[in-house]
């Protein structure tokens, strides 16, 4: 039985080692909810009626200025332009 527990430890490191595992990527989203009472900003919206819904009595929807206005598709085939 042992044998099976060293056989289970090797696979996982090996997993580990592969890169199986690791931290989820962070996301920015588009859209944050903005206080005026207190100017706390919340970005987690992928829409203006998302934020809408869900922001505070006299808060605001702002555009996250961290994230571009119009971001390529994940799988964009489209080609960058040297620098000049």
Do not use: H
Not at 27 to 47: A, H, K, N, V
Not at 58 to 82: E, F, H, K, T, Y
């Amino acid at each position: 039985m042992a044998w099976k527990a060293a056989l289970s430890s090797s696979v996982l490191l090996i997993g580990l080692a592969a890169g199986g595992v690791g931290p989820a990527a962070a996301q920015e989203y588009p859209w944050c909810t903005l206080s005026r009472s207190d100017g706390i900003q919340s970005c987690g919206f992928s829409t203006y009626e998302q934020c809408a819904a869900l922001r505070a009595p006299g808060g605001l929807c702002v555009r996250n200025l961290a994230v571009p206005d119009n971001p390529p598709a994940a799988n964009s085939n489209a080609q960058r332009r040297p620098r000049r």
